[in-house]
């Protein structure tokens, strides 16, 4: 009888052994990790429903924000009435404050700079040509040219 005890006791260890992922036969050292998990994830919930209520509050605020400033702009369009701004002459302000910001805007001085000391360039280079002695040639001849003709026409 003593192998069917010997049985037994090994079948029940090799139950134990099976069963021993059970809460009630966990160790201590087991219990710590499980506390430290449920604390996380308490944690975490109570975050989340702290980043609700601050964006619920900051939502508020907006949407209180956008009404005061629908007032204001209101406000703000009764006094243009009254003091004879209409959008039409708001618009030309605006053009003419544009086109004003435009014109002393960095890239267009550079690019009226660049304009100007072109012109110049093409007026020395075309005072040049007309000064040389190839173009004071052809001037003669053209000219004559042209008398030839016009004399011409005179005589038909």
Excluded at 8 to 30: G, H, L, Q, V, Y
Excluded at 65 to 77: F, M, Y
Excluded at 111 to 135: H, P, Y
């Amino acid at each position: 009888m003593s192998d069917k005890s010997d049985e037994i006791d090994n079948s029940d260890r090799k139950n134990m052994a099976c069963n021993s992922d059970t809460p009630e036969t966990r160790s201590k050292d087991s219990l710590p990790s499980l506390v430290s998990q449920h604390e996380v994830d308490d944690e975490k919930a109570r975050q989340e429903e702290e980043w609700r209520s601050e964006l619920f509050q900051l939502e508020n605020e907006m949407q209180t924000l956008r009404s005061v400033l629908v007032a204001k702009i209101e406000e703000a369009e009764k006094i243009k009435r009254k003091l004879g701004i209409t959008p039409l002459v708001e618009f030309k302000e605006d053009m003419k404050q544009g086109y004003q910001t435009f014109k002393e805007s960095e890239p267009v001085k550079k690019t009226s700079a660049a304009i100007k000391d072109f012109g110049d360039f093409a007026s020395k280079k075309l005072e040049n040509l007309r000064n040389s002695d190839t173009f004071k040639s052809l001037e003669e001849k053209v000219g004559g040219a042209y008398t030839s003709v016009k004399v011409g026409d005179i005589k038909l």
